[in-house]
Structure formats: C-alpha cells, structure tokens
C-alpha cells in the first residue's frame, strides 16, 4: 500500500497562475483533507470531505477550491495564486471524520512569487 | 472550537535526557487527545491518542496521560535518543470542532549525541 500520495512534491508559481494540487489514497478511507503548515503556525485545515460527493470548509478555505473525484482522490487548485499562498500542503485521510487516525501524505511545498 | 497550547520551543537536549513536553486543550464535552509526529522532510503520522480520562497513550517509549481535570496531555520520554529529533504537535479532537483535528503550533526537538 502506498497510503496517502501527493503530486507535485515542488512547485513555483508566479502571482496570478492557477495549478491543482493532486492527492490520492489506497487505503478506501472515506475522509480526506487539506491541511496548510506555515512556521508557528503549526496546521491548519482549508477544506475537508467527510464521505464521497461531500466538501466542507474548513479555518482558512478563502482563496482554494476543492474537488473529491471519487472515493480515492481529493484535489486542491487555487485559481490565481498570492504569494500568502506560499507554504507546505498537507494532504490526510481517515476511516471517517470523529476520532479515528489520520494518515499523511509527504506534502508539496508551493512557493508563489 | 476547540483550541491548543503547547509548549513554545525549540527543544535542545543531549541523548539519554528525559523530555516533557506540555500541552493543555480547551475543548467541548469529551474530546479525544492524539500526539502527532513529523520527522524533517516528511508529513505527521500519529505517535498515540488517548480517547478517555485517565488513559494513557503510549507509543515508542513516548507516554501521555489524559487529565481531564487539569485539561492536559503531557508528552514524556524517559531517555531520548538522536532519531527522536523531528516537530511534535498535540492535538484534541472533539465535537466542538465537528469532529475535526485542531493542532497546536507544534514543538521542535533536537536530540543531540
């Protein structure tokens, strides 16, 4: 299994240029997440998708859309990036959303110049 | 929602040394109490949750205990040792958040031979 995979690992965008964040997981969870991780700030949640065909904001969503494609996969793509959007993006699933584990991906960090 | 306090680092010890990190919550009813770890360059996986008072979440050589009555989630280590180097954040999860994780800033410790 490779549990939670995201593409790219790298990215640096210009201010102003779109790109989606791809994530995808083996493990037939039902929940997934975007988390952004910027210094002292530690993680914070954008959207989340608690079953297939459902997303829901989560602290920080205002600049981000998200799209839950089917059971596996839940992507990330901001329109016209800012450099505020510069930061490391953490992709995370689990059984359901309440008290079960979440698993992580690696992250992508995005630089916007 | 739910919120996190936890102890401002860095963290610098030698190998051997016994570690205690704090964290304290605000959260509503009952929350469950996760430990996440994140080693440099990669994304958090759990360390050990507690679900209920008095529980304790152990891990790796790691322990928290869950004190409901002092609202805390102490991290402990008898003997640290230079691969426990990496970011930990503590984290409760209750329905007051609508059952979603709300990490502390996180704490980085440096374990050095």
């Known amino acids: 299994n490779a549990g939670v995979t995201q593409t790219p690992k790298f990215q640096v965008l210009k201010t102003g240029q779109s790109m989606t964040l791809q994530c995808a997981q083996d493990?037939?969870?039902?929940?997934m997440y975007w988390y952004r991780q910027d210094p002292g700030m530690g993680l914070r949640l954008i959207y989340y998708?608690?079953?297939?065909?459902?997303?829901d904001k989560g602290e920080v969503p205002n600049g981000y859309n998200v799209s839950r494609l089917n059971k596996r996969e839940f992507s990330l793509r901001l329109e016209s990036a800012a450099p505020s959007q510069t930061s490391v993006y953490f992709c995370?699933?689990?059984?359901?959303?309440?008290?079960?584990?979440?698993?992580f991906g690696p992250g992508t960090r995005l630089t916007v110049l | 929602g739910d919120s996190v306090t936890q102890m401002e680092g860095p963290v610098t010890l030698s190998e051997e040394a016994f570690l205690t990190i704090n964290c304290t919550y605000t959260?509503?009813?009952?929350?469950?109490l996760f430990w996440y770890v994140q080693y440099p360059g990669e994304g958090l996986q759990l360390l050990l949750k507690?679900?209920?008072?008095?529980d304790k979440g152990s891990n790796k050589g790691f322990e928290a205990t869950y004190r409901k009555e002092t609202t805390s989630f102490h991290l402990e280590k008898g003997s640290v040792q230079v691969s426990d180097s990496a970011v930990y954040f503590c984290?409760?999860?209750?329905?007051?958040?609508?059952?979603?994780?709300?990490f502390g800033k996180g704490t980085l410790l440096t374990v050095n031979p």
């Open positions: 995370a699933s689990s059984l359901r959303t309440g008290g079960n584990e979440q698993f």
């Open positions: 493990m037939n969870h039902n929940s």
């Open positions: 998708s608690a079953s297939e065909g459902t997303t």
């Open positions: 959260a509503t009813g009952y929350p469950s």
């Open positions: 507690a679900t209920k008072a008095d």
């Open positions: 984290a409760p999860l209750s329905g007051g958040s609508n059952y979603k994780l709300t």
